[in-house]
């Protein structure tokens, strides 16, 4: 076991001495791979935080009951019970007639219209708060209307339905986006091994000759593909950040003015190790897939 954990070891150096032997070709493969893997890790991290300003903005979605005009006292305490032991019910809030109206008189274009009413059209209402999605507060509406004393239940999801449209149509975009350009890395990984196989014909074929193993000449190419693939990574995760460093000095400008402090937030270190661990894995498949079409057709027979 010493003994094979030293060769990948000693392998592994050789690779990095063989990248370092090149700058200016590491550099811009690394470069392309980056500036390819950017685009769909950004477009990931801007829907990560649309999440988190959306709710912001719009707040939790809400519920708004409104009682039968003969709910009495005890039909309204009776229904507060009721509502917030419901799952998923996060609040519950209650609203008078009198309070209702009293809001209404404060708006002035409301006011000449509510003096002129002869009695309160008015009817007592709960405002339930919840953290749903538009299909967990869909969920919600059998229960909510088969309540006693319960007129009308108006549901506040519209907007959440859209919200959740114009995610889902992101990360379809951002998922499609990320396998054309995981293609691309592939496909870079493995025109980087077949020229680095080709340069070293020779030497592969000498080896060859004195014995070595088959596994032991596809192993730097093999860590050439993972370490070419990480440090892309790498590259594509500096990238992001130095554009959110970028956007956050506009972005805070703008918050300030509507009294906010939103910025826009980098990825965690999980999904930073994820993202490497990812390229790598597509770096070490471009890697085998060059070295098996192209290996063997070199190697003396």
Known sequence: MSAWLRQHWQTFGLTLARLAANPVATLLNVTVIGVAMALPLGGYMLLQNLGGVTRQVTGNPQISLFLAREAGTADIAALE???????????????????????????????????????????????????????????????????????????????????????????????????????????????????????????????????????????????????????GALAALAIVYLCMLILNRSILELAQLYGSDFRLYFFGFPDCLAVLAFAAVLGWLGAYLSVSKHLANIQPR
């Open 81 to 231: 019970t009721r509502l917030k032991q419901m799952p998923g019910v996060r609040a519950v809030r209650f609203i008078s007639r009198e309070q209702a109206l009293d809001g209404l008189k404060r708006s002035e274009s409301m006011a000449d219209v509510i003096a002129a009413l002869q009695s309160n059209p008015l009817p007592d209402a709960f405002v339930l708060e919840t953290g749903g999605s538009a299909a967990e507060l869909e969920r919600l509406e059998p229960g909510l209307k088969a309540l006693p004393r319960i007129a009308h239940v108006q549901f506040d999801s519209a907007w959440v339905k859209r919200l959740d449209s114009l995610l889902a149509l992101g990360r379809t975009a951002v998922s499609l986006l990320a396998a054309l350009l995981a293609f691309g890395l592939v496909a870079v990984t493995f025109n980087t091994i077949r020229l680095q196989i080709l340069t070293q014909q020779d030497e592969i074929e000498v080896s060859s000759l004195i014995g070595a193993t088959d596994s032991f000449i596809r192993r730097p190419f093999f860590y050439l593909g993972l370490i070419q693939g990480g440090l």
